[in-house]
């Protein structure tokens, strides 16, 4: 019979080994940096299965090609499906170590709805609901784009995709406020249009929102050509239009692109900051006769200079 002590050492034991392992899963499947061979793998093979199902969604629209290589299509679902899931309930169990998702059910409930964690649910969803449900033909064929959603966890292992995502939440207020610049400039410009053109071309432009389709080509600098002002109004304002929208358009592209700079400048900075810590940390205790090494130039400080313990510990 087991003394008290000894099954509180038993739970205490078992408890451990569990977060241990809860924090092994959380390092292999959630952590952004790849700190072991096995993580190298995993997300080199997840990357392969999601570039494999893209491929196959693509191809299962050339009837004669799938009706070949159906099997093959079948079981790369299957295999696919059962690693995102595995994936997935993995991720959610285990992203209780993240501090912001750290309590048990609301942790988990708000890690749920976040967007990479909606992109993974997504991916596997239309594989489970014509199981679960009775759901007609064209149901299942829209379910089926969903798959496409796979593409989107590539988001997850690539460093780019996550600068990307950072530059647009960073400059989400900026962003905004040009696209909403260039929607008005849409609905102002045709607006006029229309009523420049539409008594010489009544088919053309019949209406205000039929008008939208020439002021979003003529914005875009893309000019299809199919509808066009043949007024001298119209064409002085089609002109003036075009000039500035040149530059308009192309506001939201030097945002993003500023945007680049700061994360890079940035990271260069944490780079930086972190390899003059270990710098400071391994040179400031090097004294020689009373003095240190400075650990920014490399010159003798004829003074004793230590680290204080709270100095220290904000450096780790």
């Not at 609901?129 to 829209?142: A, E, H, Q, S, Y």
């Not at 500035?244 to 780079?271: C, M, Q, T, Y």
Request: aromatic share 12%; hydrophobic share 45%.
């Amino acid at each position: 019979m087991q003394k008290p002590n000894e099954s509180s050492t038993l739970d205490m034991s078992s408890l451990s080994r569990y977060r241990r392992a809860r924090k092994w899963v959380y390092d292999l499947v959630q952590s952004p940096e790849i700190d072991s061979r096995l993580e190298s793998w995993v997300r080199h093979g997840i990357t392969i299965l999601i570039v494999l199902n893209v491929i196959a969604v693509m191809i299962e629209t050339m009837k004669e090609a799938y009706n070949e290589y159906h099997v093959i299509f079948h079981w790369i679902e299957i295999f696919s499906v059962a690693a995102f899931t595995v994936e997935y309930l993995l991720r959610l169990w285990a992203v209780v170590e993240d501090p912001r998702f750290s309590r048990p059910i609301r942790g988990r409930l708000r890690y749920a709805v976040s967007f990479f964690a909606l992109v993974d649910l997504f991916a596997i969803l239309p594989f489970y609901l014509p199981m679960l449900f009775k759901i007609d033909l064209r149901t299942i064929r829209v379910l089926r784009l969903f798959r496409l959603f796979r593409l989107m966890k590539l988001g997850r292992y690539s460093r780019a995709a996550q600068v990307i995502v950072e530059v647009f939440r960073n400059r989400r207020e900026e962003l905004t406020m040009s696209i909403g610049t260039i929607i008005l400039l849409l609905i102002i410009s045709s607006t006029v249009i229309f009523y420049l053109e539409h008594e010489a071309q009544p088919d053309s432009f019949p209406n205000i929102p039929a008008s939208l389709w020439w002021g979003v080509v003529t914005l875009t600098t893309v000019g299809y050509g199919d509808v066009y002002p043949i007024t001298v109004g119209g064409k002085v304002f089609a002109a003036f239009i075009s000039i500035l929208s040149i530059g308009l358009v192309a506001l939201p592209s030097g945002i993003i692109v500023s945007g680049f700079v700061r994360e890079d400048e940035e990271e260069e900075e944490k780079e930086m900051a972190a390899a003059m810590r270990e710098r400071l940390h391994g040179k400031v205790e090097q004294e020689v006769g009373g003095g240190v090494i400075c650990p920014h130039c490399d010159n003798y400080l004829a003074m004793n200079i230590y680290l204080s313990k709270h100095d220290t510990e904000d450096g780790e």
